[in-house]
């Protein structure tokens, strides 16, 4: 859920927002201030995911109170809200997310509130997927512990009752399954094409008509053709095109 924080020195206004953004769960108005000084106290204590701000308030604009927030460690999406349509390039400069024009339209919140939850999203994305990409894949080798590098991996196979993991120099033998291996790799370039195979995406270099509608992968490192099944070629090509 998205904190938020509206700072607006028009009471009517402060409360036909909120009520509007009370439509959308992934919204939470965790407080009100009606004036910059205030907004930006409240700001600094509570720390909010976004503000939505007047641009035009009595004691500090909505634009000086945003230049007194670049110094945080994490500042809050912004997004201005104004009577006058002449402020939105302006708005923009000063690195704000969306600009709603008073009288507040349904649509126009509705359309920056997916417009926000659409930059959480990837931004949490991409947090999660640097946080993955630091970790290593322990596997055993002769009884101690190999760490390997999910981009060295070329592909992961289910044979004779075990998961086996292939790199360029060496293959292991990993105490998971198939399923579980393709989980700690989902924020990396990995596809299942058969149900006993998982390949490195970067790795491919020819997909070659076999029989009955299925694929072969030729890889770029080894000589292993890998088998795709039919039900799976057309996700597989979407993966791989542009």
């Not at 230049?67 to 809200?81: G, H, R, S, T």
């Not at 970790?135 to 080798?141: H, N, Q, Y």
């Not at 289910?158 to 998971?176: C, E, F, G, L, P």
């Amino acid at each position: 859920m998205l904190k938020a924080i509206i700072i607006d020195d028009e009471l009517y206004a402060r409360v036909e927002l909120k009520h509007l953004l009370s439509a959308y769960p992934s919204i939470s108005v965790i407080d009100e201030a009606e004036s910059g000084e205030k907004g930006l106290e409240k700001t600094l204590t509570q720390k909010p995911d976004i503000l939505f701000v007047d641009i035009e308030m009595s004691d500090m604009s909505g634009m000086e109170m945003v230049v007194a927030l670049e110094n945080m460690k994490a500042p809050p999406k912004i997004v201005f809200a104004t009577a006058y349509s002449d402020y939105a390039v302006k708005a923009f400069r000063y690195g704000a997310v969306d600009y709603l024009l008073k009288p507040f339209s349904n649509d126009e919140v509705a359309e920056t509130v997916r417009r926000l939850e659409k930059m959480l999203q990837t931004e949490t994305k991409d947090e999660r997927g640097k946080e993955k990409l630091i970790g290593k894949l322990a596997v055993e080798e002769d009884g101690k512990i190999v760490y390997l590098s999910p981009e060295d991996i070329v592909y992961c196979t289910y044979q004779d009752r075990a998961t086996v993991i292939y790199t360029n120099r060496n293959s292991y033998q990993a105490k998971v399954t198939l399923k579980e291996l393709e989980a700690k790799l989902t924020d990396y370039s990995f596809y299942r094409t058969h149900k006993s195979f998982l390949v490195n995406l970067t790795e491919i270099e020819e997909l070659v008509p076999w029989f009955n509608g299925a694929y072969e992968l030729k890889l770029k490192s080894l000589e292993t053709r890998i088998p795709v099944s039919r039900n799976y070629v057309k996700t597989l090509r979407e993966q791989l095109e542009l």
